[in-house]
């Protein structure tokens, strides 16, 4: 019988190599998958490179983190929010890396990772910095600069429902990141607010199929760190 639901985060995380690349889903509070993160800093694993959307924010999640020291890399498209200064101390004293994607192209390129895609051209970014190294091309009259894929070799993303068998639905803004994420890496860990019984799901609504998931945890009442983060203001 398949049932790839674990006791608790740390059980779905599983062991995370020194050096791995994590995708970790997000766009705001509906897609971060805040209790996969905090297992993953218990972990211990170093020299990290991880790809999300931002940089995190507070001293909280992400950006706890960050403040452990073991992140060797940041790729996102949006570093700097209003309360991230742990990125901003670490970019500044030069003690991690930023590779820096427009949004559209970061999902993109994640997306093309799990399409088994060997890249793309676009026209976002011609002529820029962001396109410095990178091959461009003249196309029926316009230039388009080359973009390679994106994998990581854990995903940790987060989604609404799930049945035993891991097929995803996804709520609201969740669902810009943690779908392509979900394709794009050796393995995936998902949390879920809602378990379904299998065949409760609607199959229309199934965006992540089974196949991509590995692990998940049911987390009913996730962390709000938008709450977190007022709390820390006050």
């Not at 791995?20 to 998958?33: K, M, Q």
């Not at 950006?63 to 570093?79: D, E, K, N, W």
């Amino acid at each position: 019988m398949i049932d790839k639901f674990c006791a608790t985060p740390a059980e779905a995380l599983g062991p995370v190599a020194d050096g791995s690349t994590i995708l970790i889903g997000g766009f705001g509070e509906a897609g971060i998958p805040s209790e996969l993160v905090d297992a993953l800093i218990e972990s211990g694993a170093g020299d990290l490179k991880l790809v999300l959307n931002n940089a995190g924010n507070g001293e909280i999640g992400i950006a706890r983190l960050l403040s452990t020291g073991r992140v060797r890399r940041i790729t996102c498209s949006f570093p700097k929010g209003s309360a991230s200064h742990i990125f901003r101390d670490l970019y500044e004293s030069g003690k991690i890396e930023l590779e820096l994607f427009p949004q559209g192209t970061l999902a993109e390129a994640i997306r093309a990772g799990g399409a088994g895609l060997g890249g793309f051209f676009t026209r976002t970014g011609v002529g820029t910095l962001l396109a410095e190294g990178k091959e461009t091309r003249r196309i029926n009259g316009i230039d388009y600069v080359l973009e390679a894929p994106i994998r990581g070799h854990v995903a940790l993303i987060k989604a609404q429902s799930a049945d035993r068998w891991g097929n995803l639905t996804y709520r609201a803004a969740a669902r810009n990141f943690n779908p392509v994420m979900a394709m794009a890496a050796d393995r995936t860990i998902a949390q879920v607010t809602d378990r379904a019984e299998l065949g409760d799901l609607d199959p229309e609504a199934i965006v992540t199929p089974g196949i991509f998931v590995h692990s998940l945890v049911h987390i009913p009442a996730p962390v709000s760190e938008a709450r977190l983060l007022m709390e820390a203001r006050s």
